[in-house]
């Protein structure tokens, strides 16, 4: 069974805290991963592709590790227009489907 | 920058009802999907649509369901009975080619399906 798996948090840091989420998957041939945010009752948001060989983006840095079939994200320097919920996504091989985690919530404290 | 739009943005019907969800996906993009959230739950994916025909679907997408692009722009999921099960929020999504790394998936903001 394919399965995307994320602490569901929550996450409550201060201001400035950095902040590392953790997603494993399970399906070994998977071929893309992505990280999403999702604003409360909104859409998800693409936040950045992760590649292998790690992937930096401002203050958001993704890893990948393919053989622990795990994915990383750390954010450095926390604003409060963080918080959110973080998906790990993955693709598989050759399919069109995305399968999601159910989500990191993540809350900055002022 | 270009968005998925999706209409209405609320949708309450009885059980039974047929719905019909609306989607303008990103004009240039070539890939369309349909993704539903139950309150609390994770994003699910339905179905996937290329070159005017299905390309994927999941086991949640049964025969209650069905997609069409009726026009050039667009993208269109129906639900024939509705069951209060299918009460959730529909993502529409499109990407330029394959969802991959270099091809991400750009969401609508949703459609809430009330179903009483």
């Known amino acids: 069974r394919k399965e995307v798996e994320q602490d569901p948090g929550p996450f409550n840091v201060p201001e400035g805290a950095t902040v590392a989420f953790n997603c494993t998957y399970s399906?070994?041939?998977?071929?893309?991963f992505f990280w999403y945010r999702q604003d409360c009752r909104k859409e998800p948001k693409l936040l950045m592709s992760?590649?292998?060989s790690g992937n930096e983006d401002g203050r958001f840095t993704a890893q990948l590790n393919r053989a622990s079939q795990y994915i990383s994200l750390l954010i450095r320097d926390s604003k409060l227009s963080d918080s959110a919920t973080y998906l790990c996504?993955?693709?598989?091989?050759?399919?069109?489907?995305?399968?999601f985690g159910k989500g990191t919530k993540l809350s900055v404290i002022p | 920058e270009p968005e998925v739009t999706q209409t209405p943005s609320h949708q309450v019907t009885q059980m039974g009802q047929e719905v019909i969800l609306r989607c303008v996906p990103i004009?240039?993009?070539?890939?369309f999907y349909w993704y539903r959230q139950i309150l609390g739950q994770k994003v699910e994916f339905l179905v996937s649509?290329?070159?005017?025909?299905?390309?994927?679907k999941s086991e949640i997408f049964d025969d209650q369901f069905s997609v069409e692009r009726p026009d050039g722009s667009n993208f269109t999921l129906k639900i024939r009975s509705t069951k209060l099960e299918d009460s959730a929020m529909y993502f529409c999504?499109?990407?330029?080619?394959?969802?991959?790394?270099?091809?991400?998936?750009?969401f609508g903001n949703g459609t809430r399906l009330t179903v009483t």
């Open positions: 999504a499109s990407s330029e080619a394959r969802g991959d790394a270099m091809s991400p998936l750009h």
């Open positions: 649509f290329y070159n005017n025909e299905i390309s994927e």
């Open positions: 399906n070994s041939a998977s071929q893309s």
């Open positions: 992760v590649y292998s």
């Open positions: 004009s240039n993009h070539l890939y």
């Open positions: 996504v993955v693709s598989g091989a050759g399919s069109y489907q995305l399968t």
